[in-house]
Structure formats: C-alpha cells, structure tokens
C-alpha cells in the first residue's frame, strides 16, 4: 500500500532552506552566561539607590544629605521619627536612618484654661505672688498631660458677644462675665480657676475621661462650685448668650446665677482635683488664710510653699517606694549617681508653713516624716509594678564595655570574644522576661515600658553620658520639675565625672548607707560597695568614653552634643576608638536601640514643653513663666 504525503510535509523546512551551523556546547554555555551578566547587572543598577561609581570611588566628593521625612525632627541632642510602628524592634528597619530612633506619635495634649487679669491694678508683690500661683498651675496641669492656657482680657474683648457685655454690665460680676467670654472664644475644653490643681495618679478616672479631648455638653464638678468645667463649643456659646440676656445681668454675683439649673450637668465630686478656695483655706488651713487676711502678698506665698508641698506629698502617696535600676552595679555604680541623688530629692520632705497638713481631696493622706522617709531599693533589673516608682541609667554599649572591662584601651576582639551582647538590657528585663529571650523582644518590652501611656508614668530613663544643667539637650532640673509636677529641693543633677571634681565627697556619698536616709527605711542591697579606687577609675572611663562619643563639651566645645557617626580624626588613636564604638554599637544592637530610643524619648518631651512655653511666653508676660 502506498504511503501518503502530504504537500505540507513534502515541502522544505526553513533549517533546510538556509541551512547553516549549529553553535557548540562551549558556546551555548558562553552566550548564556553573558546573558545571565547583562541581566544582572541591568537589575543592579535599577535597584541601586545612589550610581554605581560613586559606591565604588573612593574619591568621591562629599554630597549633601537627601531631605528627612516630614515627621522626622531633631534637637541638638538626638533624631526622632514619630510613627506608629514604633515598638518594631529597631528603628533603621523603618527609618533607614541607623542614628534615628522611631517614637509612638505624641499624645496630643488638651488644653485646659485659666483667667488671668494682668492689667487690674495690684501691688507689685501681690503681683509676684499671684504668678508664682500660676506657674505651680500650670506645671502641675503639664505634668498630668495638658496643655494649661492663660486667659486675660485680649481674649475676652475678641469675643464677638463682648459687645453685649460691653453695653448692658457695669458692676463687679464683669470679671465673672470675662472669664466666660475668654473661654467661649477659645471654644471646647476645660476651664478651670487657677487654684485648682489635679492632685491623684495619672490614671485617675476622671484625668483620663479629660484627657480625651471629648466633652459632650457644659459640666461642672460638685463641690467644686466654680472651680473646674468641661464643655464644648456650642454649650458654652449658648450658656453665654442666655446670661448676657439675663434680666439679672446687672444684679446677680455669680455667672451660675444667670442661667437656668439645667445648663450644668452635674458630675460627682471629683477625688483627684484640689481647689484652694477661701472656705476651704479658712476651714482647713487657718494659718495660710489667716496670713492672707493680713498681709495678702504674704500670705499668697504661704500658699504657694502649701500647694506645691500637697503636689510633692501626692506623688509620695502613690508609691510604696523608689526603684533606682543599677544594673552590674559593682563596675558601674558611677553612672547612677543622678539617679540616687534624684531619689533623696524626691523622698526629702517638702517645706510647708502647714507640714502635717493633706491635700483638700484627701485628708486621709499620710504626711512626709523625716524619720520614715519613703523607701528606696537599688534592684539590678527592673520590676513592672504599679507601687514602685522607677529610675534607670541607660549607658552607651561603649560605655559599659569600657565600665565592665575596667579599661580604656578596647579592641575588636575583645568586643567580639569576651562580651555578652546586651549585658545592659538582658540584666535590667532578667526579672520580667527571664534569661532566655533575645535581644529583640526584650527591646520591644523595654519601649513599651519607657513609652506607653499606660505605664510610662511610673518610671523615669536617663542617659548616662549626658551631662546635667541647661545646656541644649540636657536634662536639667528645670526639666524634672515639669516632668513630676512640682518644684524639688535645691540639689545637683550634673554626673560626676569631671576629673576636677573632689573624689572624697563623691566616695562617701556613693558607698555609704546613709546616701538612701536609713538602712532601716531602705531594701538596699550594699554587697557591691566600692571604693575611692573604683570610683576613679569608673570616672576616668566614663570621661573618656563621653569623649569618644563626642559628649564631652570640653573637648568639642559644641554644648555636649552627639555628632552621632562621625568621621575619625586622622590620629591613629582616634580611628582605633572609633571603630571600636562602631564595633561596640553593632555587636550590642538591642543595647544601643534602648540607649537611642531613650535618649531620643527625653529629648522630644523637652523639646515639646520648650516649643510652648516659647510660643505662649507673649501672651502672659515673662514673669508668669519663669521658675
């Protein structure tokens, strides 16, 4: 049987047609090798962030850094960038920016106001008095997260309804009627008299509900009478218009008088707000209101001494005692020495013209006493728990090598071979995390701790190399004072690491019992006691590392400011310090994230209430901000 051809099948292919060579192996293997390098090196340069020659010349010339993200922000002292992945283990992950530390975004703080009359006529010294009033208020209002506002007659006469007050009000209730004009301009809030202070933990039910900005209709606070109110825009306004068309305008004492009882909602007497009023002092305080009868100036300051002793006692009755973290203590008991002498100024009994006396809102308090001063403990690692208050010292990784290895002269190998990572952090969350977790996820508890609204008011972090005083980003005690709310006794902050500075004192201050009151008063732990020797040595360290950091303002002249990675100088030995820091910082990641992010937490909260007081210093005058 014959076989069938198709024509398509008979016809020549195209091979056969052109015919010609087909390449070798060799060469197949050539061709796609070089496809493969072609291909490579076409994806190299499209992901590359920066041209090819200026990452492999080395003689490039210096280029200007590319613009920061717009909410990064940066004081003289530290880089931060608010966004809400803060608790990402490492900031560079989100910043891209190994010197930037990502902070929670800023609680946004309510305002709360006050009247003020600047202009009345007053002796000079009632005047004084009545703003030093004023500064305890609004130290004490900033420290429990608002934003306390002073109101005058600007404000008042600004008030599209002023006009109607103008023309119809003659008498006495017009300061009354001022008051309300000023707060109705500003719109929503809480407006409150500038003796009425919050006096109870951050985590009052009532100074939290506040602190929510939300306020659903005009309410004032039983026994509080004029004291403190809440309200929005629309109530006020509205509570406004119906007292200036009161019939009783020109005859009624009090603004409550003039609208009708269903304008107020009523909420219970608050337990954590104080208000100094004139039946209160007279009750309660008879030396204070008996001295204001006399001599008023006189007797302003005795209250002034009288509330700011109430806001120290407060905060002495909210802790069973103060935790001061000294963590491998024995070779790094320098360090903490702010910190301890920041305790004895806490637990130092206030001065007061009244000193057994307890706040108006809770006169079941118990008073300072010398003999029983509150407790302070020095634990290695840090406890999570509501009745402590907790002071830690956060060392650079460089610093605490130095410490630990009771040496100048580190190396690489030495960072690498004979040190844990992380010594800093696992010992402070040894208590809380155990031994076995890594750097990571005790970095993301330790932030949580430093920073989260929730518990970040029991705890205060400091730098170690920072100097105290007040120079551009240091702490100084101006800055603690805003941070607790009351004004503290006369002490020093500044670390002691000058070599200038007298080693006796410092020796037996550090190493004896009696720096925390009483060994009786006082779960103190002494086992690592150290001497005039240690101590010279742990200064002479810690003035050295603060050198390689670039801390030390005697050897930049720049006010202690961290230039962060720097280039070394041409000095061999510089270069050798450097690498070593840089060596330090990578080797102790989560170290170095604690100590950056701390850092950066301080620097922002006083970089915040320096922002305000700048912009709100015109309004008052510069005495009513001073302190």
């Given amino acids: 049987m014959p076989r069938y051809h198709s024509s398509r099948a008979n016809k020549p292919g195209h091979y056969s047609a052109y015919p010609r060579d087909r390449p070798s192996p060799k060469k197949i293997w050539k061709y796609t090798g070089a496809a493969g390098c072609l291909l490579f090196t076409v994806l190299f340069l499209i992901s590359s962030p920066v041209p090819t020659a200026q990452k492999v010349n080395p003689f490039r010339p210096i280029a200007h850094e590319p613009p920061t993200q717009g909410n990064n922000t940066q004081t003289g002292e530290a880089k931060w960038h608010s966004h809400w992945r803060w608790l990402n283990p490492f900031s560079d992950s989100i910043t891209d920016d190994r010197d930037s530390s990502v902070l929670p975004p800023p609680w946004e703080r309510p305002p709360i106001y006050t009247f003020y009359d600047a202009d009345a006529e007053k002796d000079e010294k009632i005047k004084a008095a009545e703003k030093k009033l004023l500064l305890i208020w609004r130290r004490a209002w900033w420290a429990q997260g608002f934003k306390p506002v002073i109101l005058g007659k600007a404000e008042a006469m600004k008030n599209p309804l002023y006009e109607r007050f103008q023309v119809r ?48 209709g005009l309410t004032r606070y039983e026994d509080l009478e004029t004291g ?37 909602a009523v909420d219970p007497k608050p337990s954590a707000i104080a208000f100094y009023e004139s039946p209160t002092l007279a009750e309660q305080y008879k030396a204070v209101s008996t001295s204001l009868a006399d001599t008023k100036a006189t007797g302003l300051a005795l209250l002034a001494d009288l509330i700011t002793s109430h806001l120290h006692l407060t905060f002495l009755n909210k802790f069973s005692g103060i935790a001061i973290l000294t963590p491998h203590r024995s070779h790094s008991l320098l360090i903490h020495y702010p910190a301890i002498t920041l305790a004895n100024a806490l637990t130092t009994c206030p001065s007061s013209p009244i000193p057994t006396s307890c706040p108006p809102n809770n006169p079941s308090c118990t008073p300072c006493s010398l003999s029983k001063p509150l407790p302070l403990s020095n634990p290695p690692a840090y406890t999570n728990t509501s009745s402590l208050f907790t002071i830690g010292t956060v060392p650079h990784p460089y610093t605490l090598a130095s410490l630990l290895a009771r040496t100048a002269s580190l190396s690489i190998p030495h960072i690498r071979r004979n040190s844990a990572r992380d010594p800093w952090l696992v010992s402070t969350t040894a ?114 590392s603060k050198s390689v950091l670039n801390l030390n303002s005697e050897s930049n002249g720049k006010s202690g400011r961290w230039k962060g990675r720097r280039r070394a100088s041409s000095k061999d030995e510089d270069v050798s310090d450097e690498r070593v820091r840089l060596a330090a910082e990578a080797w102790h990641l989560a170290d170095m994230e604690a100590w950056r992010f701390v850092r950066a937490w301080g620097a922002r909260g006083r970089e915040e209430r320096r922002e305000w007081e700048g912009g709100d210093r015109r309004f008052v005058g510069r005495e009513a901000w001073e302190d």
């Fill in 169 to 216: 009000m003659k008498d006495l209730l017009g300061i009354d009627i001022l008051r309300w004009l000023a707060w109705g301009l500003m719109g929503q809030g809480i407006f409150s008299n500038w003796l009425v202070l919050p006096m109870g933990s951050f985590d009052d039910q009532l100074l939290s509900f506040l602190r929510r900005g939300e306020y659903p």
């Fill in 228 to 264: 403190l109110f809440s309200s929005d825009k629309a109530s006020v306004e509205a509570a406004l218009i119906e007292a200036l068309d009161s019939p009783n305008l020109t005859k009624s004492k009090s603004f409550r008088d003039l609208v009708s009882p269903n304008t107020f």
């Fill in 431 to 544: 208590k809380t995390l155990g031994p076995t977790l890594g750097g990571p996820d005790r970095i993301v508890s330790f932030k949580e701790n430093v920073a989260s609204e929730e518990v970040s008011f029991r705890s205060l972090w400091l730098v170690a190399e920072e100097e105290g005083g007040d120079k551009d980003g240091a702490v100084s005690k101006k800055d603690l004072e805003w941070y607790f709310g009351f004004s503290l006794p006369t002490y020093n902050i500044t670390s002691l690491s000058d070599p200038k500075s007298k080693t006796s004192s410092i020796t037996a201050t550090l190493a004896s019992p009696n720096l925390y009151h009483s060994s009786s008063s006082s779960s103190l732990d002494n086992k690592d006691s150290v001497g005039n020797k240690e101590l010279d040595l742990q200064r002479t360290l810690l003035a050295h």
